[in-house]
């Protein structure tokens, strides 16, 4: 059987990214969507949440964008002296060669944004990482651990498999730069954690078996997701994906991701896209189910 979870990523970011999810799902073929709990449109996604239940719903565990939820004084070691999140992940990655980065302090802020989005009635469906942080030295042992106390049955491995790769970033119309240059960052985030499916499996925590999305963020294609459909292997694959509509909101906060956002609302909602899925025999699922089956 192919199973597919379209998982997109910060819900709560901004109301347009909110928006765009939910027409995403509604209209479309995303079937799961990760939280932020600092995100700045946080209450409209647990509004969202609440209102579509079809929706799984993850934590998008964070330690690069904004603030933390934890008080600044109790997680020095991840903040700036502004009181923001220190960085992305090169930055994360020297801090941790460096034995700067303190992981009680990472485990104490993860939990407090799981616990944000529970205490917010969303039992999570699985935990993920915003920009896969979660896939850093140490800080996977840190997200199984959490998924455990916490009673949540899956979690992401960002090991994005190269044939879906290849598949995903079909056609002519994306950055083909961007691409590249995404691409070796996911090789290396798949050598950082090599043994990730093998320390949840152990736990007895469910992952997809396959993963692609991060050489094709922000350059995603109607080729790409009709040459991925029909060429899905057997099993469990997760596309991540980053619909959204553009606001004030989104176009003054720091991200890149911005035309794209609205460019994969309408890619995720074709009629062609979901006609494929239905004639290829696709069953659209999310985390939940997967760790139902686990």
Request: include cysteine.
């Amino acid at each position: 059987m192919k199973n597919l979870i379209v998982n997109a990523d910060d819900l709560g970011w901004a109301e347009g990214v909110n928006r765009g999810i939910a027409e995403a799902h509604r209209n479309g073929i995303v079937t799961s969507a990760s939280l932020l709990a600092n995100g700045a449109a946080f209450a409209s996604a647990v509004e969202l949440a609440r209102a579509t239940p079809a929706l799984g719903v993850g934590v998008h565990l964070n330690l690069s964008d904004g603030k933390p939820v934890s008080p600044i004084e109790k997680v020095p070691s991840i903040v700036t002296d502004q009181g923001v999140f220190a960085g992305g992940a090169e930055a994360l990655l020297l801090r941790i060669a460096r034995r700067n980065l303190r992981l009680q302090e990472v485990e104490r802020e993860w939990e407090n944004q799981i616990q944000k989005i529970s205490d917010a009635g969303i039992h999570p469906t699985h935990l993920d990482g915003h920009k896969h942080m979660h896939m850093l030295p140490g800080l996977f042992e840190i997200t199984v651990r959490l998924a455990k106390r916490h009673g949540i049955g899956a979690v992401r491995v960002s090991h994005e498999a190269s044939t879906l790769r290849s598949a995903l970033s079909s056609g002519e119309s994306h950055n083909a730069a961007t691409v590249m240059k995404q691409g070796v960052q996911a090789r290396v985030l798949k050598l950082l954690a090599r043994d990730a499916r093998a320390l949840a499996e152990r736990a007895g925590i469910a992952t997809a078996d396959y993963f692609c999305g991060i050489a094709q963020t922000g350059e995603l294609t109607i080729e790409g997701m009709k040459h991925l459909l029909l060429n899905l292997p057997e099993g469990t694959t997760e596309v991540m994906c980053h619909p959204g509509y553009m606001d004030e909101e989104l176009e003054k906060s720091a991200t890149r991701l911005q035309d794209s956002r609205p460019a994969e609302v309408e890619i995720l909602t074709h009629a062609e896209v979901r006609n494929l899925v239905a004639s290829q025999g696709i069953r659209l699922i999310d985390y939940a189910f997967l760790a139902q089956k686990a």
